[in-house]
Nanobody
Framework: QVQLVESGGGLVQAGGSLSLSCVAS????????MGWYRQAPGKQRELVAV???????ESGDSVKGRFTIFRDNAKNTVILQVNNLEPEDTGVYYC????????????????WGQGTQVTVSS
């Protein structure tokens, strides 16, 4: 099993910044991608930013230019730096990790963290 521990959420005023951190542990042989998704009240979960092991990044249109994702492959850690926050960024932010637990291609995992609340006040 793979466990994800998130930290860094909280209450911030519009225009402010936060840093969200996620550390993965457990049965990890190869990490393919780590990243963040969010879910606003009454809405579906959406992509924030994901970074793959090759260094490529995919991010949601609503956060481009404001959010930056960093990844430490050796430590199975991903950090999301969020700047110039808007009230629309309020929601629960979830860490996601995908990879393989062993050399076998059948050992794929897709793990989610518990989520961390980010609230942006206007």
């Amino acid at each position: 099993q793979v466990q994800l521990v998130e930290s860094g959420g909280g209450l911030v005023q519009a225009g402010g910044s936060l840093s969200l951190s996620c550390v993965a542990s457990g049965s990890i042989f190869s990490m393919v991608a780590m990243g963040w998704y969010r879910q606003a009240p009454g809405k579906q979960r959406e992509l924030v930013a994901v970074r793959n092991s090759g260094g490529g990044t995919e991010s949601g249109d609503s956060v481009k230019g404001r959010f930056t994702i960093f990844r430490d492959n050796a430590k199975n850690t991903v950090i999301l730096q969020v700047n110039n926050l808007e009230p629309e960024d309020t929601g629960v932010y979830y860490c996601n990790a995908r990879g393989y637990s062993t050399r076998s291609t059948y050992s794929v995992f897709d793990a989610w963290g518990q989520g961390t609340q980010v609230t942006v006040s206007s």
